[in-house]
């Protein structure tokens, strides 16, 4: 089983900035695809971001594009989020995801494995 462990959540104010970590733990191949998802109260989880490491392929959102970036670390396991100029409306639970397939995609049913979740709170 792969285990996903996500941390860096908090709440900042419009035009600040944070960075989510989400390691990687298990029996996971060399080959594989993860994505970060969020969820506002009473909306549905939307992909943000996915990244194809083996494959140097990343995704981003339009409403993030530009202002957010991932990337994994292969030396620690590591899948991170960086998150600059945030808004208001990305206030939300952000989930980190994987496959053991590829390409990634943006449909959460597509993923297996989940971490547990980090808030994210922007004010303005």
């Known amino acids: 089983q792969v285990q996903l462990v996500e941390s860096g959540g908090g709440s900042v104010q419009s035009g600040g900035s944070l960075r989510l970590s989400c390691a990687v733990t298990?029996?996971?191949?060399?080959?594989?695809?993860m994505a970060w998802f969020r969820q506002a109260p009473g909306k549905e989880r939307e992909g943000v971001a996915n990244?194809?490491?083996?494959?140097?392929?990343?995704h981003y959102a339009d409403s993030v594009h530009g202002r957010f970036t991932t990337s994994f670390d292969s030396a620690k396991n590591t899948l991170y989020l960086q998150m600059n100029n945030l808004r208001f409306e990305d206030t939300a639970t952000y989930y980190c995801a994987a496959r053991l397939s590829w390409p990634c995609t943006t449909t959460k049913d597509d993923y297996k494995y989940w971490g547990q979740g980090t808030q994210v709170t922007v004010s303005s």
């Open positions: 990244i194809w490491p083996d494959a140097g392929r990343i």
């Open positions: 298990g029996d996971a191949t060399t080959s594989f695809c």
